[in-house]
């Protein structure tokens, strides 16, 4: 009987998984600490060779998130991420003048249909 039911609970959990990948969806994560940098999405986008990161481009950055921009996060490995807060407000206060410069930042990874976010607990400058 105890196997059945932990074959059961299994196979639920299979499927479960394999229904949200059908979706475009992971299941949640554990959080996790990357380094890297914060970006405002639309200079990094759209801007070729560069130019829309690091220390040159850190006002502008933090002129743009500060009006309202969405945010982004470049890891460390070239991953572009969008940042959310936990909760359905903006992370701009949270990251007020940090564009520009190396952080640690510490979230969840969140996707969905090919779009990679951060969903946002903390940040400090890296170390």
Do not use: W
Not at 31 to 41: A, N
Not at 99 to 120: K, N, P, S, W, Y
């Amino acid at each position: 009987m105890k196997q059945q039911i932990l074959f059961v609970v299994t196979a639920l959990a299979v499927g479960l998984f394999l229904t949200l990948s059908a979706f475009g969806q992971s299941p949640a994560t554990a959080e996790i600490t990357l380094k890297g940098e914060i970006v405002d999405m639309h200079c990094y986008v759209t801007r070729h060779g560069g130019e829309g990161r690091g220390a040159g481009h850190a006002g502008c950055a933090n002129a743009c998130i500060n009006r309202g921009v969405t945010p982004g996060f470049v890891a460390s490995d070239g991953k572009l991420y969008m940042l959310f807060d936990e909760k359905p407000f903006s992370v701009k206060e949270k990251i007020a003048g940090l564009a520009g410069q190396q952080v640690a930042l510490t979230g969840t990874i969140v996707e969905r249909d090919g779009m990679r976010a951060i969903l946002f607990k903390s940040v400090e400058p890296a170390k």
